[in-house]
């Protein structure tokens, strides 16, 4: 099992283990005390044995598996090095984003772009097209086929696959889903969320709001809410 250091273990249940052998001792859920600052981060390595575990009815692996296996000692922790996060939620998506595109420009620079308008670190894919007097970043993916049209602004936010982006529109701290259609002058923030295949008129206002897919929006959202 992959774990991994965090600064506040309290928020998860802590994995605490030998650190000479790595031999898992016990996992503590949510802790009031301090007894380890190390969780699981997700990754693990089995041998196909542990199959003969799992019985035929619905099985929490983290309750129920990974327990009996402590205590027969055959769960070992490898403490994960690198970065990690838990991206289960948009903003912490949004801090992983720009904690890879960190990581992108000390290990690849190359792959960053460098075009004119661009600020920081900036993840364009080939085949996107960004017009003319854009400010774009800093921290952006912009992904596969994806159109930006003249004078848009995007920051910290992540542009999916096949997306419009409409002339003058400011974007910041979103997520803006595959098949998008962006008006012209719109402006999005507070971590606005856009599912699959949604559209937004000209001149709209997206204050925190989760789209979710095959919407069309004809009017702003003032306050954080969520459209189904």
């Not at 503590?28 to 301090?34: G, L, S, W």
């Not at 990754?43 to 009996?68: C, H, M, N, W």
């Not at 803006?176 to 599912?195: P, Y």
């Amino acid at each position: 099992m992959r774990v991994t250091k965090v600064e506040e273990p309290s928020k998860y249940g802590v994995v605490v283990y030998e650190t000479e052998t790595g031999k898992i001792d016990r996992f503590v859920e949510k802790p009031r005390e301090y007894v380890s600052n190390k969780i699981n981060a997700g990754l693990y390595i089995f041998s196909k044995g542990v199959l003969d575990r799992i019985q035929l009815r619905p099985t929490s692996i983290e309750k129920e598996i990974f327990p009996a296996m402590a205590a027969d000692n055959q769960l070992y922790a490898f403490e994960l090095k690198g970065f990690w996060m838990d991206v289960g939620q948009p903003k912490d998506y949004l801090i992983g984003m720009s904690l890879y595109l960190n990581y992108v420009r000390h290990s690849n620079s190359d792959r960053l772009s460098r075009e004119n308008g661009t600020v920081g670190n900036v993840l364009v894919d080939s085949t996107a097209k960004i017009g003319e007097r854009c400010r774009i970043g800093p921290n952006v993916v912009i992904g596969p086929r994806v159109i930006v049209q003249d004078g848009v602004c995007l920051k910290n936010c992540t542009i999916l696959g096949d997306s419009l982006i409409k002339s003058h529109s400011w974007i910041a701290n979103c997520i803006i889903g595959w098949r998008c259609n962006i008006g012209q002058w719109v402006r999005m923030e507070n971590t606005s969320v856009l599912g699959l295949d949604v559209s937004v008129q000209d001149e709209l206002f997206i204050n925190g709001g989760v789209i979710l897919p095959h919407k069309a929006i004809s009017e702003s959202i003032s306050e954080p809410k969520i459209l189904i």
